[in-house]
């Protein structure tokens, strides 16, 4: 077994990469073509496998163009990987009995977690061939939908970024936990725009509500919150220390009517607009610095989101950080269960696993479904506003079991599922 960086080290023998962690495995079967490929063009096929789940991965392979600087939209020619969701879990059900049209949402969650993840650091030289310059990922599970249409664009893991994490540590627990097999999908988000008339001025001084127009939202009330003992990470109790938290019962209001907000149809989760950067009050700060705030709420935690676009005309590219600060809502979980230990600094927070793949996919899918408006607060900055999403960056990413705040991956909605071998050098959008 050769480590190859985090939790992944690779089997010349079976051409494989292990999770050390988790047990899971990823190998190479074949290269596909002709007759044998699934559709035109030439074909890779992987095997996923842990604990008796054994998936096909489908992943096509050409010459592609692709934007290396999204500001000058200028091309580089390279050669891509495209993981094909749709078509794998066609073969999946061919080969499985229970002949579902198509996976889970429990299943493809721990298929698309490993794969996403293995792949970008599958080694040189091996019968795979030759390494992509983008790694794609075409399909699966959108906002509790299984669909086509839908890509994700991942870069490729720089020499830099190997040298910088030498070691992985994997006495953390929390490293083993896998998506649930039986899981269900989120609910649908639902965007709402309905935030009526600009109230008077005052009309929200001393009150709990507030406004889009005032740019400011609240979570709750003081009254409303649940005063809890401080378990550890063991689930024990903490004597003397305790927290407040805001219970799963607890209504969130300034939102239905007064801003632009997605909800899920459940009404259990929330994302919304919370406040932009004004020429009075972030004139001081760099423009990287610059942001958009959003609330987001599940059952789970709340938080506040930072997201930017530099562009308030339909559609504009986002980016949005994934949390990494928040406060719970469920009374059950340990003090700081949704958050790692960080020797290092105890000012930089480092988001668990769980939380990241729990709250990672919603955010994309609601952003993903963000449907836009021209309305802007007086005092924003001149090239901000809250126009539809035409791609989506997602900042900070686990790689091999290891928190890179740079890390980003991409991801747009499509209007036609994009097959490589269509049109040869085909333009990926970034």
Known sequence: MIDIFGWWAFDPDTIALNNKVTGERVRFVARMTGEFAPAEGEWL????????????????????????????????????WQLDHIRSAELWEKEQPSHNLNP??????????????????????????????????????????????????????????????????DTNPQKKWLFPLDERSHAEWIFHNDIGEKPEAGKYEGTLHSSFWINFLSFGDSQSRQRILIKDKHGEIIPGEFTYIYPLGTSISGIH???????????????????????????????????????????????????????????????VDNITSYETRHPNWPDKYWNEPNEKSRIIRIPALEMWRRTDPKIRDAFLHWQGTELRHDDWLDSYGLPEVSWLAMEGNFLAGIWFKESSYYARRTEQPTLLSKNNYVIVFI
């Open 104 to 169: 889970t949402y429990g299943v493809w969650r721990r298929v698309d977690d490993c794969l996403t993840d293995a792949l970008r650091f599958w080694p040189k030289n091996t019968s795979a061939g030759r390494l992509p310059d983008r790694f794609l990922v075409s399909g699966g599970w959108l906002n509790r939908t299984w669909s086509a249409f839908w890509e994700r664009v991942y870069l490729p893991i720089t020499e830099d970024l190997n040298r910088s994490f030498a070691e992985f540590d």
């Open 257 to 319: 009517g007064e801003t632009i907000y997605m909800e899920s149809i459940d009404e259990l989760s929330v994302l919304a607009f919370q406040s932009g950067p004004t020429v009075k009050g972030y004139d001081y700060l760099p423009w990287s610095k610059q942001t958009l705030d959003f609330f987001y709420a599940d059952k789970d935690i709340t938080a506040t989101l930072h997201a930017q676009n530099h562009r308030w005309k339909s559609p504009s590219n986002w980016s």
């Open 45 to 80: 096929q992987f095997q996923y496998e842990h604990d008796g789940l054994s998936y096909p991965v489908l992943v096509e392979v050409a010459e592609i163009e692709y934007f290396y600087n999204s500001h000058t939209r200028d091309t580089k020619r390279g050669f891509g």
